[in-house]
């Protein structure tokens, strides 16, 4: 019998794949630019509960494993769904690196040694990848326990300093509005292209389709109830730690949740908001893990993907698939502690960022084409207004990513295509 997850465990893989590490560094990041910063996150939330939509009425639409993948080919055929597949599944495994180094910089915290000797920071590692590598291959009912409790531990932490921050709040931190030395607008759009890519994984819920209860019902339900608290903890959050910490000294934080819990219940709760951190990162590549087996195995069943990443295991999980990319994954998270390679390592997170974003304007454009809305002309169909403002919103989010990693992320695209015709002969 297959097994199936439901409406909180499927909410819980939306809202532990978007809640990673970058909540817990943002605040620093948007201090600079003051509250008008508080305008970039609704603009970013907006995009967010747009693609939500999308997600959410493309899940009815096409009822199948894939998300993303499934979603472009069927509105746009099969070399569109190969270019989504492909691009898709190069972020995953690169972002599972960069998880896995974010984690242990938070676990240093706690053993300093990991930032002294970097073979044993490759080794835990290690360890990490793939015993969750384990999980995932264990059936999706493992996947979304470990799922469900990482998401309650890793947000208590989040609210918790976020509730009690608001009673601590200090509106001067909050003027001048600006501190960018820009135009209102231009630090709006800049403070939108940073805090957007806090909501990569809204899709979360739509990739394992098959495995999920009553899929029509469950993943709308899910989608938007993951980044309806995404949206509350991003922005209440972000209000609490400005509000708590000066902008000049927040500028510097490593950690401003962290030490906005220092300010607010004394020395030494930042250890608590630090094993937050440490959860929040072990239970997004939890998530993240489950998607870099799913998406190729939609691909591999419908032809286009190697025929080996569609095998299943005893648990139904494909086994293969998760260990093949886990390997990539392995390998490029080594190569991060490897003498001058951090660059590149950056660099290939940049463009994995990009390569995540082209399925939003896929998928975007199949939500219009698929619209059962047929008997109307396309300009009066509300599913294409709709549809032209997330793909709005994933263009202005490609443009955030700078000109460089455009062009890269296109060459790494392109060099799929001729896997795509060796595999269609």
């Known amino acids: 019998m297959q097994q199936k997850i439901g409406k909180w465990t499927s909410t819980s893989l939306v809202l532990g794949n978007m809640i990673g590490s970058g909540i817990f560094l943002l605040p620093a990041s948007l201090a600079a630019y003051g509250g008008v910063s508080l305008l970039g996150w609704l603009v970013s939330a907006a995009g967010a509960l747009l693609l939500a939509k999308v997600f959410a009425s493309?899940?009815?639409?096409?009822?199948?494993?894939?998300?993303?993948?499934?979603?472009?080919?069927?509105?746009?055929?099969?070399?569109?769904?190969?270019?989504?597949?492909?691009?898709?599944w190069i972020s995953i495994w690169c972002t599972n690196a960069a998880i896995t180094v974010a984690m242990l910089g938070y676990l240093s915290v706690f053993f300093p040694i990991l930032n002294e000797q970097p073979t044993v920071a490759v080794g835990l590692g290690l360890a990490i990848i793939w015993l969750l590598t384990w999980v995932n291959n264990r059936g999706i009912k493992n996947v979304g326990y470990v799922q469900l409790v990482t998401t309650i531990l890793k947000i208590i932490p989040l609210i918790l300093v976020t509730i009690v921050g608001l009673f601590f709040v200090k509106m001067e931190h909050f003027a001048p509005f600006n501190l960018s030395g820009e135009t209102n607008l231009t630090a709006i759009i800049q403070t939108t292209t940073l805090t957007l890519f806090a909501f990569l994984g809204v899709e979360s819920a739509t990739i394992p389709a098959d495995n999920v209860d009553d899929a029509a019902a469950t993943i709308p339900r899910a989608t938007w109830i993951g980044v309806w608290v995404a949206i509350g903890v991003y922005i209440l959050g972000s209000v609490a730690v400005m509000g708590v910490i000066p902008p000049d000294e927040l500028q510097h934080s490593a950690a401003p949740f962290a030490d906005a819990a220092r300010v607010i219940f004394g020395d030494g709760a930042e250890y608590f908001v630090a094993a937050g951190a440490v959860i929040s990162t072990f239970g997004a590549l939890n998530g993240w893990l489950l998607m870099q087996g799913q998406i190729p195995l939609a691909a591999a069943r419908d032809g286009i993907f190697p025929k080996f990443f569609a095998k299943l295991n005893r648990h139904d999980s494909p086994a293969a698939g998760i260990i093949f990319s886990s390997i990539l994954a392995s390998i490029l998270m080594a190569l991060n502690y490897a003498k001058?390679?951090?660059?590149?390592?950056?660099?290939?997170?940049?463009?994995?960022?990009?390569?995540?974003?082209?399925?939003?304007?896929?998928?975007?454009?199949?939500?219009?084409?698929?619209?059962?809305?047929?008997?109307?002309p396309v300009w009066k169909r509300r599913s294409t207004w709709i549809g032209l403002a997330a793909f709005t919103f994933a263009i202005f989010a490609v443009i955030g990513s700078g000109s460089e990693v455009v062009l890269w992320g296109f060459v790494m695209l392109m060099l799929g295509v001729p896997f795509y015709v060796f595999l269609k002969e």
């Open 58 to 88: 493309l899940s009815r639409m096409v009822p199948k494993s894939g998300g993303p993948y499934t979603y472009s080919r069927a509105g746009l055929g099969d070399f569109a769904g190969f270019l989504v597949a492909w691009g898709y």
């Open 340 to 376: 001058g390679l951090n660059k590149a390592f950056e660099f290939m997170m940049l463009l994995s960022t990009l390569t995540a974003l082209v399925p939003y304007l896929f998928s975007s454009a199949s939500y219009m084409i698929l619209s059962d809305k047929k008997e109307l």
